[in-house]
């Protein structure tokens, strides 16, 4: 295996299968673009088998922090330590940056991901809530 970070849209292209859906050029663009986000891909005889995505959050009385976004291993690749290899990629690519800490929000009935975290060395901290606020574009027009 061989994680390696992704630097062009086209690497995002290839490694499509990996998202929920469709890789945009132009999202993936402004995502490369942005100096606090970072995609790792795992590579396996070449074909792309996982990523990670990582985004820093900087706060003026905390410092930084990442943020693992999102974590994907196809499932002809799993429970290889895929997963737990990315995760410890991108801790390792936090704290190269100078990050504080690294966290993960997970679904609590996720036991795939839950285990996976655990064994790349996270740490559960306690009950956590979401909440969201959908933006659609023309809501955001003035």
Not at 33 to 50: Q, R
Not at 79 to 95: H, N, S, V
Request: glycine share 12%; hydrophobic share 45%.
């Amino acid at each position: 295996m061989d994680i390696r970070r992704a630097v062009t849209p086209a690497e995002i292209a290839a490694a499509e299968g990996l998202f929920d859906g469709p890789a945009r050029e132009e999202w993936s663009a402004r995502f490369l673009a942005s100096p606090g986000h970072v995609m790792l891909i795992a590579y396996v005889d070449g074909v792309p088998a996982g990523m990670v995505t990582g985004v820093e959050m900087s706060h003026p009385d905390k410092g930084t922090e990442m943020c693992l976004y999102e974590l994907s291993v196809d499932e002809g690749y799993r429970r290889r330590g895929i997963g737990r290899a990315l995760a410890l990629a991108l801790a390792f690519e936090a704290e190269s940056r100078g990050c504080y800490g690294m966290w993960v929000g997970v679904d609590t009935d996720n036991e795939a991901a839950l285990a996976t975290y655990a064994s790349a060395g996270a740490r559960d901290e306690g009950l956590f809530a979401m909440r969201g606020w959908p933006i659609a574009p023309e809501a955001a027009a003035p």
